[in-house]
């Protein structure tokens, strides 16, 4: 985690005049940048006097911008308080991931059967890719190659729907995602994709959604195992 000496608003950039619905996207697009980065910490209370002068901007744009934050479940307003950035709830977090489970694992499943070498390929080089960061200590590099080999897979069964549906709970586990991302989960990770490569591969459709299983299993074992010693970056 960031030092405390860090200045949590410092990745805020002054903006350019503009029309006021313009302006509150563009502010809320950065605020919701720094709470996914965890530059705003879960349970941090946001000083809103220095989001305006760190961007150039008047309170409108701001607390427009929160309350946009607010219907997405990134922030909450506590009364008399002021607002915060929403600590990561456990009980939301479970649920994304049983919501990816039930679709990934069963599109694992089926693309056993189904699978092409175009797909096998495909994901061949993405695990090479995955292998050369982990190697190097690429974190930054890791993250878009890990979301690219899920891609790889609902792509090969096409149906978008389902795409979108993961996307959706995924884009909501992304402050989970940051906190988990170590060099030690990425060797993990980088196992776990392998196992479900390799089962895929050998057309062993049990194999392949028990790997993809265990794979989503991990996050929500090595989450609380994070929340035990951060309580205070979460909820229950």
Same mark, same amino acid.
């Given at each position: ?8 608003? %410092? ?6 005049? +503009?029309?006021? $619905?313009?302006?509150? *996207? #563009?502010?809320?697009? /950065? =605020? ?38 607010a ?27 049983f919501?990816?489970? %039930? ?6 499943? +089926?693309?056993? $059967?189904?699978?092409? *070498? #175009?797909?096998?390929e /495909? =994901? ?45 709970s ?6 989970a ?8 989960r ?15 591969a050998e ?34």
């Amino acid at each position: 985690m960031k030092s405390a000496a860090i200045d949590p608003y %410092a990745a805020l950039q002054k903006l350019q005049g +503009g029309e006021r $619905s313009r302006l509150t *996207d #563009a502010v809320a697009e /950065a =605020l919701r940048e720094a709470i996914v980065t965890l530059a705003l910490e879960p349970g941090m209370m946001i000083d809103k006097q220095a989001v305006c002068e760190r961007m150039g901007v008047s309170r409108f744009p701001v607390s427009a911008a929160l309350a946009k934050l607010a219907t997405a479940g990134l922030v909450e307003v506590l009364p008399q308080r002021g607002t915060r950035v929403k600590p990561i709830v456990i009980h939301d977090i479970r649920q994304h991931l049983f919501i990816r489970s %039930a679709l990934e694992v069963e599109t694992v499943r +089926g693309l056993s $059967s189904t699978r092409s *070498d #175009a797909t096998l390929e /495909a =994901l061949a080089a993405n695990l090479d890719k995955q292998r050369e960061a982990v190697a190097k200590g690429l974190p930054h590099e890791f993250h878009p190659l890990d979301l690219a080999f899920h891609e790889i897979l609902l792509d090969a069964i096409d149906l978008p729907r389902v795409k979108e549906i993961v996307a959706t709970s995924r884009g909501a586990l992304d402050r989970a995602r940051q906190l988990l991302g170590t060099p030690e989960r990425h060797i993990h990770t980088l196992e776990e994709h392998v196992r479900i490569f390799e089962a895929i591969a050998e057309r062993d459709a049990e194999a392949a959604a028990h790997a993809m299983h265990r794979h989503l299993d991990e996050v929500i074992a090595e989450l609380r195992r994070f929340a035990s010693e951060r309580p205070d970056l979460f909820e229950e």
